[in-house]
């Protein structure tokens, strides 16, 4: 069995039906990710999401912030949401696929501008929730799972995922704090980066451009901030991945572009 997982930040679901019949025409997911849906649960493009083939969904969302959804062609179980620092964000869902997989679909907070959580709180708040993360995960090392977490988690943790690693060294997703804390968490569970397993970390590969440049393409100012992590146990089933830069140049397009990978089970 071939399993095809998609992660794609939306920037307002409802905004992108354009885009989203392409991911699945041309990616073809059999479970696509999504986050900041932007939408409570009830406004969700459910009838949409139906016709283009995902009988099975487990929406997760607010008004106009935040939000994360897993859409799937295969029936999935047990799904649930959880909350971080006290917060109720719509930032994390789960649930599990065929075969025992166990899927967690994570938005982590970008962090406002300054990197300093004594003086910005919404950097404090990322930094906590990634705190809490690698704790979660730290306990259950070992219990042989197999794990995919996914999304977008706002860091750009290698030199190569970032336009410019000396520039960007005091810029809020690419700081050392921020990069060692997503290191840490990774560690935590023994996670491979699924992406950077193929492509690799030698090759500048961005998944992220502002909508503020005047020609992203021509500019290429990008970060990698979307990732797919793999455990353990699932890691050697992985047989591809890809970032569809191409997305970003769509009509009325996310800032983010979807990231795939592909499992051989």
Not at 83 to 99: I, N, S
Not at 152 to 180: M, R
Request: aromatic residues 8%; hydrophobic residues 40%; neutral net charge.
């Amino acid at each position: 069995m071939r399993l095809r997982i998609t992660t794609w930040n939306a920037n307002s679901i409802r905004l992108r039906a354009k885009a989203l019949r392409r991911i699945v025409e041309e990616i073809r997911p059999d479970v696509l990710c999504l986050q900041e849906t932007k939408v409570e649960d009830a406004k969700f493009p459910h009838d949409l999401v139906s016709a283009l083939g995902f009988p099975y969904r487990w929406v997760h969302g607010q008004k106009a912030y935040h939000g994360v959804a897993i859409l799937s062609k295969l029936p999935i179980e047990e799904p649930r949401a959880m909350k971080w620092c006290g917060v109720e964000d719509c930032r994390h869902a789960l649930c599990r696929l065929p075969g025992g997989i166990e899927l967690h679909d994570l938005y982590i907070p970008a962090g406002g501008d300054v990197p300093d959580p004594e003086t910005n709180p919404k950097f404090a708040h990322k930094l906590a929730m990634v705190r809490e993360l690698t704790r979660w995960f730290a306990a259950r090392k070992g219990d042989g799972a197999k794990l995919v977490l996914l999304g977008d988690l706002n860091i750009a943790p290698l030199e190569n995922d970032v336009w410019s690693h000396k520039q960007l060294l005091d810029v809020v997703s690419h700081t050392p704090v921020e990069t060692e804390a997503l290191a840490a968490m990774q560690e935590a569970y023994g996670f491979t980066d699924a992406v950077r397993t193929v492509i690799p970390p030698e090759k500048k590969l961005y998944t992220w451009w502002s909508y503020r440049a005047r020609d992203w393409s021509a500019s290429d100012r990008g970060r990698r901030l979307d990732h797919i992590w793999l455990s353990p146990a699932l890691a050697p089933t992985l047989v591809a991945a890809e970032v569809r830069r191409d997305a970003r140049g769509w009509e009325d397009p996310s800032d983010h572009v979807p990231v795939t990978v592909e499992l051989d089970l």
